[in-house]
C-alpha cells in the first residue's frame, strides 16, 4: 500500500529555516511527480511546490527564492528546505504524489491521489 510520512516540521522563528522529509513507500517512487501542499490554520489547501520524474521542479510565487524541492529517489525521500521563514508560513504541510505518468499540471492538487498526514509548521517569535 501507498504510504507517505512527513517529518520535520517545529517551531521556529522568523528568518529561521527548516528542512521537511517525506518518506514514500508503496509505489515506484522515482516514477512519479511529488509535490508539497500546505494548509494554513483556518484555510483550504495551498500548493507549495512540486518536482517531476525528471527532477524539474516548479514553486508557488509566495516561496520562489526561498524554499527549494528536492528527491533522492534511492531513498524514497522528498524534501522541502524552507528557508528565510515568515509567519504566514504557518501551516500543515503535507506531501503527495501526482496520479499519472504523463503530463503533469502540478498546481492542481485534484490530481493528487496519495496524500501523507502532514506536519506542522510553525513561524513565530
Known amino acids: 500500500e501507498v504510504q507517505l510520512v512527513e517529518s520535520g516540521g517545529g517551531l521556529v522563528q522568523p528568518g529561521g529555516s527548516l528542512r521537511l522529509s517525506c518518506a514514500a513507500s508503496?509505489?515506484?517512487?522515482?516514477?512519479?511527480?511529488m509535490s508539497w501542499v500546505r494548509q494554513a490554520p483556518g484555510k483550504g489547501l495551498e500548493w507549495v511546490s512540486g518536482?517531476?520524474?525528471?527532477?524539474?521542479?516548479t514553486y508557488a510565487d509566495s516561496v520562489k527564492g526561498r524554499f527549494t524541492i528536492s528527491r533522492h529517489n534511492a531513498k524514497n525521500t522528498l524534501y522541502l528546505q524552507m528557508n528565510s521563514l515568515k509567519p504566514e508560513d504557518t501551516a500543515v504541510y503535507h506531501c503527495?504524489?501526482?496520479?499519472?505518468?504523463?503530463?503533469?499540471?502540478?498546481?492542481?492538487?485534484?490530481?493528487?491521489?496519495?496524500w501523507g498526514q502532514g506536519t506542522q509548521v510553525t513561524v513565530s517569535s
Open positions: 503527495a504524489k501526482y496520479g499519472g505518468l504523463s503530463t503533469w499540471y502540478p498546481t492542481n492538487v485534484y490530481e493528487y491521489d496519495y
Open positions: 508503496g509505489f515506484t517512487f522515482s516514477n512519479y511527480a
Open positions: 518536482i517531476n520524474s525528471g527532477e524539474i521542479s
